[in-house]
């Protein structure tokens, strides 16, 4: 079982930027891809996801404002946002998913999320 635990979300005015960061249980060079998903009364549903090796997808409220990024050497994922709008208020919750040996399906894992808060 891969545990995620984000960490990083607080209170910020709009307009301004906060630093998500999410610590992987296991080695990312085993996953398959990578992401945020948020809970939110603006948005739900995924933020950004990264395929290794494959496509970088971002949610079209958030292209030009928020950038995922990864340190394999600390199995840490990154979701840096500017310009933080109240709409992006919401639980931001990291994801991996790790390919099934011998398939081509993945199991996805996710973490408790971390609450960010935008004041108009």
């Known amino acids: 079982q891969v545990q995620l635990v984000e960490s990083g979300g607080g209170l910020v005015q709009a307009g301004g930027s906060l630093r998500l960061s999410c610590a992987v249980s296991?080695?990312?060079?085993?996953?398959?891809?990578v992401g945020w998903d948020v809970q939110g009364l603006g948005h739900r549903g995924m933020i950004t996801r990264m395929?290794?090796?494959?496509?970088?997808e971002y949610a079209e409220s958030v292209k030009g404002r928020f950038t995922v990024s990864v340190d394999k050497s600390k199995n840490m994922i990154f979701l840096q946002m500017n310009n933080l709008k109240a709409e992006d208020s919401g639980t931001y919750i990291c994801?991996?998913?790790?390919?099934?040996?011998?398939?081509?399906?993945?199991?996805?894992?996710w973490g408790q999320g971390t609450q960010v808060v935008v004041s108009s």
């Open positions: 994801f991996a998913s790790k390919r099934n040996p011998g398939t081509y399906t993945n199991s996805h894992f």
């Open positions: 296991e080695s990312l060079s085993s996953m398959h891809g």
């Open positions: 395929t290794f090796g494959g496509p970088l």
